[in-house]
């Protein structure tokens, strides 16, 4: 059974940093891709950042050169380092992981991600 458990949320100032971490279990990390996702109240959840399995980045265009996505697959754990934050950053962030291992095809859709966690809060006050 896969688990994902995030930690790090807090309440924060406009410019500060936080640090998400998501801790994995149930089945090989190294295989898998790993995703951020965030919600904000009354708004769809919206795609944050992704891991490759292969170790490559991305990131949604609003926190491109802000956020910066890392995984240890020694500790099965994805991080979120997140700089220079915003008000308008504030949600609750999920972690998620793909149902399917491997592949050449980038998704990104929240519909795409089988597994989540429960998630974990963040606000920024400006």
């Known amino acids: 059974q896969v688990q994902l458990v995030e930690s790090g949320g807090g309440l924060v100032q406009a410019g500060d940093s936080l640090r998400l971490s998501c801790a994995a279990s149930g089945r090989t990390f190294s295989d898998y891709d790993m995703g951020w996702f965030r919600q904000a109240p009354g708004k769809e959840r919206e795609f944050v950042a992704v891991i490759r399995w292969r170790g490559t980045t991305y990131y949604s265009v609003s926190v491109k050169g802000r956020f910066t996505i890392s995984r240890d697959n020694a500790k099965s754990t994805v991080y979120l380092q997140m700089n220079s934050l915003k008000p308008e950053d504030t949600a609750v962030y999920y972690c998620?992981?793909?149902?399917?291992?491997?592949?050449?095809?980038?998704?990104?859709?929240?519909?795409?991600?089988?597994?989540w966690g429960q998630g974990t809060q963040v606000t920024v006050s400006s």
């Open positions: 998620a992981s793909r149902g399917e291992n491997g592949g050449l095809v980038l998704k990104t859709s929240p519909t795409d991600f089988s597994y």
